[in-house]
């Protein structure tokens, strides 16, 4: 028999809708409040951000949402993704475990971004929307999005987290190459920014300050709406194409996964790949474990607060029920840029206290050494973001050699790490630091928590 190294899918097999986790939550997810009366928000509370068509996806209880035509023609240029088999790694670790991985970072910006940011620019396109804004941290989200409207003939206006705008100037050259303006974070342009710069001149910016100067951009002009790349619910549902391939996938490797592994910034990468194997497991179908990996500097599944908070730093945005560090938590300055992010997305969060998703931390050192022996084994060097659930997937296979208990690891390589370049170089100077459980920072940042 053929030992298979990977398993693809034609154009034509690629699903073509995404799949909706809301209906088939064992418990109903908490209502999203107004930031100043503290209510339930209504559709029009959140029009002045989000085109209609969104914001039903988000509130929306169909289980099933087809992809419009023009989103699939783009996805159709890197999708379906590959689903590979590890076997060099497998023999590595002299493993009894198969592990497989779906790789995201085929897409032309090297990250599953694209499959929201897609989706998001053709809605804001068909109901007239002229310029999206939103911020970016390391730079990954503000490419995607740059691509998409670029794609879609929209304007694009980036936030950059100031620190990272002098410090990763590669993703910013992304941005502007597809023409985008992106704007170091805090800035003078938003009553915002210019409040963050007037108690700090030397700000190094956050990714809450970042979103509260987007969102204030949007809102003060009815043809400009703002995009968000992750924890939303909508965001989530895009990215299920990766799991629902992955299914079709293991149909063909006559298989299927034991634990599904992905690390989480705000949930979404993590959710795409999950959620349709969740599906399955609430059906009966599947005794599957999910494991959500975050770094020990960001903790925010395993330490943080299951409480209504904002999801910027200001306090413009509505106020979700999510596990958060508290909007004013800057966590410590860690190479995985996308998991740097306070809250975590709802919708993992009700499956998590349900007890249908585990959680783990790992610090940066013992992430890096993982995507190093990853690298040496399959040739792909991974995302900084990507390697903690390398190094999960790491742990599984190891676990099963030793405990004598073969199983089939399903881990999201949500990117590539072209771009993180210098964060290798650190790792391999024995320059990266490990960051511990930052509980006084987390502490001070929840006493600012609202009350509901
Ligand atoms: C942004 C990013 C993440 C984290 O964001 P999620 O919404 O949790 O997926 C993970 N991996 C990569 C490569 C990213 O760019």
């Known amino acids: 028999m053929t030992e298979h190294y990977k398993y693809l899918l034609s154009e034509d097999e690629m699903p073509k809708t995404w799949y909706n986790i809301a209906p088939d939550l064992p418990v109903p997810l908490p209502p999203v409040l107004h930031p100043v009366t503290r209510q339930p928000v209504t559709p029009d509370d959140l029009a002045p951000l989000f085109p209609m068509a969104l914001i039903e996806q988000e509130v929306s209880l169909e289980r099933y949402i087809e992809i419009p035509k023009p989103v699939l023609d783009v996805y159709r240029q890197w999708r379906p993704t590959p689903l590979f088999r590890a076997r060099r790694l497998e023999k590595a670790l002299d493993t009894p475990a198969r592990i497989y ?3 995201e970072g085929v897409s032309p910006v090297g990250s599953h971004k694209p499959n929201t940011a897609v989706a998001q620019a053709f809605y804001n396109k068909q109901e007239g929307v002229r310029k999206l804004t939103t911020e970016t941290g390391a730079g990954q989200w503000g490419s995607a999005l740059s691509m998409a409207c670029a794609f879609f003939g929209l304007e694009c206006q980036v936030f950059m987290v100031k620190i990272s705008y002098q410090q990763k100037p590669y993703r910013r050259s992304v941005m502007q190459i597809f023409g985008a303006e992106v704007i170091p974070s805090p800035s003078d342009r938003t009553e915002a920014g210019r409040k963050v710069l007037a108690d700090d001149p030397d700000s190094p910016g956050s990714l809450g ?14 043809s400009v709406k703002y995009s968000l790349g992750s924890v939303l619910n909508h965001v989530l549902t895009h990215q299920t194409i990766i799991g629902e391939e992955a299914l079709l996938q293991f149909q063909k490797a006559d298989d299927y996964p034991d634990v599904v592994i992905g ?36 903790p925010t599944l395993t330490k943080g607060l299951y409480a209504y908070d904002f999801g910027d730093t200001v306090g413009m945005t509505p106020l979700i029920k999510m596990h958060t560090l508290g909007h004013n938590f800057v966590p410590p300055g860690i190479h995985a840029g996308g998991l740097r992010y306070h809250g975590m997305a709802p919708l993992i969060c009700v499956l998590y206290e349900a007890g249908y998703i585990e959680a783990r931390a790992y610090p940066q050192n013992p992430v890096f050494k993982a995507a190093v022996e990853f690298a040496r084994a399959e040739g792909i060097i991974p995302a900084p973001e990507s390697a903690h659930a390398v190094k999960a997937a790491i742990d599984e296979a190891i676990a099963a050699r030793e405990e004598g208990r073969p199983r089939a690891i399903l881990f999201n390589l949500s990117g590539h790490g072209f771009l993180d370049l210098a964060a290798y170089d650190s790792y391999l100077a024995g320059r990266l630091e490990d960051y511990e459980y930052p509980a006084e920072a987390v502490q001070e940042a929840l006493k600012s928590l609202p009350t509901v």
Do not use: Q, W
Request: charged share 20%.
């Open 209 to 222: 300050i970042a979103i509260s100067e987007a969102v204030e951009m949007a809102v003060s002009d009815p």
């Open 263 to 298: 690390c989480v910034g705000g949930g979404s990468n993590y959710a795409g790949l999950a959620f349709p194997f969740i599906r399955e497991r609430l059906a009966g179908r599947h005794e599957t474990r999910f494991i959500a990996v975050e770094p020990t500097a960001c």
């Open 101 to 103: 991985y779906k790789y």
